[in-house]
């Protein structure tokens, strides 16, 4: 028996592991690239109308509405046409994008529904107040990760300007906004309670 030849193999072993290993780190990337391109414009979409219009130079209406032709210009979005955005807007299956034609010059315009984490005016959102018409319960998805800040602290808006509830979860009553379909946890909220400035236990 050869010490040193054992020794050689063990390395060889090793090394073809080790490669075996990069090369699994190596194809990560790979598969994040051929992501879906519809979930890719989707994400772009959404970082661009919810959060980074300033920072990528876009020029954003009051009403969170920007011009889908200046977008399109971007070097972010260069490699899509209107009807990829379009199509992205009309199959998303939680309603995130809103399109219009300008009012005056008939351009048209997208912007997001929700999700902002910048000022945007008149969106079509229903405040919940106190009153005949305020529902019993709303449901808040989220992840069990948060839970122990949450059950500390109670909901929070973090970075975002509102905290989203839906009226039920996911697969009830054709619920579409409100939470991911991959939430984990969900939230279940007296409103009548919380709107009158009651505490809650959590």
């Known amino acids: 028996m050869n010490p040193a030849g054992e020794q050689l193999r063990d390395s060889h072993s090793e ?13 990560n990337p790979r598969r994040r690239h051929e992501q879906n391109p519809d ?17 990528l130079g876009l020029q954003m209406g009051a009403d969170g509405f920007l011009y889908l032709d200046e977008m399109l210009c971007h070097p972010q979005f260069h490699s ?10 009309e199959t998303n299956s939680k309603k995130r994008f809103a399109v219009r034609p300008h009012p005056i010059d008939g351009r048209l315009q997208i912007r997001a ?3 902002h984490s910048i000022q945007v ?16 319960t709303a449901v808040h998805g989220t992840y069990l990760r948060h839970w122990p800040s949450i059950r500390a602290r109670g909901l929070c808006c973090m970075s975002r300007m509102h905290i989203h509830l839906a ?36």
């Open 15 to 27: 090394s073809e592991a080790g490669r075996g290993r990069r090369n699994q780190r190596v194809g």
């Open 39 to 55: 979930i890719r414009l989707s994400k772009a979409l959404s970082y661009a109308l919810r959060h980074g219009a300033a920072s």
């Open 167 to 202: 009226p039920g979860l996911p697969t009830e009553h054709e619920v579409i906004s409100g939470m991911r379909k991959d939430c984990d946890l969900a939230i279940f909220i007296n409103l009548q309670k919380a709107v009158s400035g009651r505490q809650l236990p959590i």
């Open 80 to 89: 899509y046409t209107q009807e990829d955005v379009l199509r992205v807007v």
């Open 113 to 115: 529904n929700q999700g």
């Open 121 to 136: 005016s008149d969106l079509e959102l229903v405040p919940i107040e106190d009153g005949p018409e305020c529902p019993e």
